[in-house]
RNA sequence: GCCCCCAUCGUCUAGCGGCUAGGACGUGGCCCUUUCAAGGCCAAAACGGCGGUUCGAUUCCGCCUGGGGGUACCA
């Protein structure tokens, strides 16, 4: 079926009613991923042969998005509705060989034709009626200006059986085939037909697709047959759902792949991530670069039931992406996120949230303190449990002093100084679930709330809700100003500093709440970030 | 209604007649830890149902059920 020796090319055939979503540009990836891997060539064109759906910008949209995925295209992207007079020719050509004819029926007697099959509950298609008519009658009527669309003769009897990479071998009965039309009546092609000429024009060597076109994917072989060109080899790849189970693109996340890039995550991520929606390398592997993408994907490993989108996983995949970017590239990907701090300013800083972004957009906030001051404390926010205000203002003030005399502010990652890991081994004791609050709760607010500020395709986090009469620590953390989300990282330079960190009214504080320290902070925010690169920083590669 | 596709932990998946059914995300616990993370260790968690075929089925076949798609002068 596929053609012996030719070369690989394959495409990607968005029509430009809207954005590149999640599941298109997962359809763009693997064409892209086979033409790589193969050597062959990625192209992309565009249907728009539906006036009326068409999007202006949508085409540039589009291609931002698999620009900004890495995805590169060769060749200038073919145009369906620059092809027009191509179309009506190969219908003419159709027309005369007598493998389509003219259809002359109305919309409203298709309309009712199909009520009435509905309500035998026959199967509803074109009773074929103009078939009938003599070439020469429908010559004449053409001639004569009426109007007509041309319709694809579909074979009574017999069989056709499509062999697809990824569904396998799947036959249709060809009595079932409806005559669907080919060339509308306002001159321009249906996808059908514009997909098999284009197809052949192309030279496209596989076609690979969303799985909505399996169904009509017997027609379209039909057509290759009818104009007597060799078919390309089929892949139908099953569509991509949300977590609703329904299929994506429609009402749910992020409509458009770049909403994605505001919401702060990395194209290396999403890739990996829209890879293995309905692919598997087979292996443990589970963190892919493009090029090692590129070197072990293979069609017929694609799953063929349809894949939720787990976006949790995309969160995590960030994470770790984010994790092997050098402090240079990480301050470059997020200087955009901070437009008004220079990114030579941001550089130094990176170490401090390497290790604790999940998305980029985390970045702003957890450095928040370094630019802006406290935006005011109530005294009893100051106040640990278990203290009054005289003791707490003790505390604070020598922590004001002590800290104040400090000169020299280098950093040492915080919990990055050789710790060796715990090893737990009475573990599977007492393993009682705490349901509604703990440290997993926290972390699954967060995400709940990352993904509502996605859906809401806002910049911002909303603040996690309060969780009244449980877990009070967690609940005066969402409430105070965030400046606290930067407190541990406040520096501890040597022996005296831990000291004080440690002192008797601090011990339930976060330090970097303490206006003073971080005023001195502020003060010189080079200086004091002379970070330990030494750490766990470079892991260049994996 | 008719046609087509699909079916392993909550999710993504490995499996291609004999496995303690493996990995990852997420979840829970422990460890590490001045916070939040990150990291390490551990745990709970799946073959939709019924019939076949076979010495033996998650794996092959059929039916059912359940999802999904198509059924336009949309792509």
């Not at 009773?127 to 009426?146: F, L, M, Q, T, V």
């Not at 027609?219 to 104009?227: N, T, V």
């Not at 090893?423 to 709760?441: I, N, S, Y």
């Amino acid at each position: 079926m596929s053609q012996v020796n030719e070369p690989i090319r394959v495409r990607y055939a968005p029509s430009p009613t809207g954005a590149l979503h999640l599941g298109g540009a997962r359809t763009a990836l693997f064409n892209y991923l086979f033409a790589r891997q193969k050597g062959g060539q990625f192209l992309l064109r565009i249907e728009d042969t539906d006036r009326a759906r068409l999007k202006p910008g949508s085409q540039e949209q589009i291609e931002e998005g698999l620009q900004w995925l890495r995805m590169t295209w060769d060749e200038t992207p073919l145009i369906q509705s620059e092809r027009q007079p191509i179309y009506q020719q190969a219908a003419d050509d159709l027309l005369e060989s007598g493998a389509a004819y003219r259809c002359f029926c109305t919309p409203e007697r298709l309309a009712q034709m199909r009520a009435e099959q509905r309500a035998r509950h026959e199967p509803e298609r074109y009773d074929r009626r103009c078939r009938a008519i003599p070439r020469e009658e429908s010559d004449r009527r053409a001639a004569a200006g009426e109007r007509y669309v041309v319709r694809q003769a579909m074979p009574t009897q017999g069989t056709t059986t499509l062999q697809d990479l990824v569904m396998g071998t799947v036959t249709f009965r060809n009595d079932t085939l409806d005559d669907h039309v080919l060339l509308k009546s306002d001159g321009f092609p249906t996808y059908h037909l514009a997909f098999a000429v284009d197809d052949h024009a192309m030279r496209i060597s596989h076609v690979i697709r969303g799985d909505g076109w399996l169904p009509s994917a017997p027609k379209h072989l039909l057509l290759f047959q009818a104009f007597n060109w060799l078919p390309p080899a089929f892949a139908h790849v099953p569509l991509v759902l949300g977590p609703d189970k329904k299929p994506l693109a429609k009402r749910h996340g992020a409509k458009d792949v770049l909403e994605y890039r505001e919401a702060g995550y990395l194209p290396e991520a999403v890739d990996n991530f829209i890879a293995f929606l309905g692919w598997s390398p087979g292996t443990d592997q589970d963190l892919f670069t493009m090029e090692q993408l590129i070197a072990a994907f293979d069609l017929t490993k694609i799953q063929a039931s349809p894949a939720v989108a787990n976006l949790e996983r995309l969160d995590w995949l960030n994470g770790q992406f984010i994790r092997r970017l050098s402090p240079d590239e990480l301050a470059a990907r997020i200087a955009p996120k901070m437009p008004t701090v220079p990114v030579q300013t941001l550089a130094p800083l990176m170490p401090l949230v390497q290790e604790r972004l999940r998305t980029l957009n985390d970045a702003p906030e957890m450095l928040r303190f370094f630019f802006e001051e406290p935006d005011g404390y109530r005294p009893e926010q100051l106040i640990p449990k278990g203290r009054d205000a005289a003791t707490t203002a003790t505390a604070l003030t020598t922590a004001a002093t002590t800290l104040g005399s400090l000169t020299d502010w280098a950093h040492g990652v915080a919990g990055r100084r050789h710790r060796p890991n715990g090893d737990a081994t009475a573990d599977r004791v007492d393993q009682q679930a705490r349901k509604g609050h703990g440290p997993g709760a926290t972390r699954t607010r967060r995400a709940q709330a990352r993904r509502a500020g996605l859906e809401a395709s806002r910049r911002e986090r909303p603040v996690a809700p309060a969780d009244p009469g449980h877990d009070v620590r967690a609940r005066d953390r969402a409430e105070l100003p965030r400046v606290g989300a930067g407190g541990g990282i406040v520096t501890r330079k040597d022996d005296r500093a831990a000291v004080v960190d440690r002192g008797d009214a601090l011990d339930d504080f976060q330090l970097g709440s303490i206006g003073a320290a971080r005023d001195h902070h502020v003060a010189d925010s080079q200086a004091r970030a002379r970070v330990d690169r030494s750490g766990n920083h470079q892991r260049a590669g994996w």
